[in-house]
């Protein structure tokens, strides 16, 4: 079921980091350092906290730069009393087009449910970009046994009500909690393990021409020096990567994965 190429997506989530003038300093650091063939390579989306879009987007725009724009959440409403959110319909108008949802934070920490996710990938849907689904377990959920049951389970609420040709647009990205800024990273052949059953449920759940096609991330503790055998599993398609994308050097040396032998 892994036959199909499926671009590699490398997504840095820079979580509550750099305030705009860092982002664009960041920014125009990994631009430097990207080449053209690199782009060609990968996808390489950014996903800076709100007060940066704008800053960033500008910069994109005028340098004509090969980033593409990310945002870590959204209100799945378009509009209304909802005081300190923004909707997926105002992020389109930046030109972002991916958007992170339903993030173990934003799970764990403002209590976001599997409904409230879901309704924030039709929102994000409707207005044109790409949700990255956020799914993993808890340490305790690993240590019960109950991995797959929770990602699965996660990945079917998020499925619902979505056709084929949505299923297919989607990123979905296993980031198991006890690895996400501990640096422990489940191993390659482990997170393997996770995401191929996650591309069966997708068959299962909307059907094998959408599996085929969705791609799969890990997230959780990746870097320069683990990223290489990540990428070598036939199922993982890129890396939804927190702290060390706050480095753009390190960053760059993930992006640029294919080109390293050590
Ligand atoms: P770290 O790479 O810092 O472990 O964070 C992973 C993550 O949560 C990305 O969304």
Known sequence: MSTEVRKPIISGNWKMNHNHFEAIQSIQKLAYLLTKDDFAAVDVTIHPPFTDLRSAQTLIDADELRFILGAQHCHESDSGAFTGEVSAQFLSKLNVNYVIVGHSERRQIF????????????????????????????????????????????????????????????????????????????????????????REEVAKVSSPLAATAVRLQYGGSVKASNIAEIMSQPDIDGVLVGGASLDSAEFARICQYRLRKD
Request: proline share 2%; hydrophobic share 45%.
């Open 111 to 198: 209590g976001e449910t599997d409904e409230v996710v879901t309704a924030k990938i039709v929102a994000v849907q409707k207005h044109g970009m790409t949700p990255i689904l956020c799914v993993g377990e808890t340490l305790a959920d690993r240590e019960a046994g109950r991995t797959h049951e929770k990602v699965l389970g996660q990945v079917r609420a998020a499925l619902t009500k979505r056709s084929v040709e949505q299923v297919r647009a989607m990123v979905i990205a296993y980031e198991p909690i006890w690895a996400i800024g501990t640096g422990k990273t489940a191993t390659a052949q482990d997170a393997q393990l996770v995401i191929s059953s996650i």
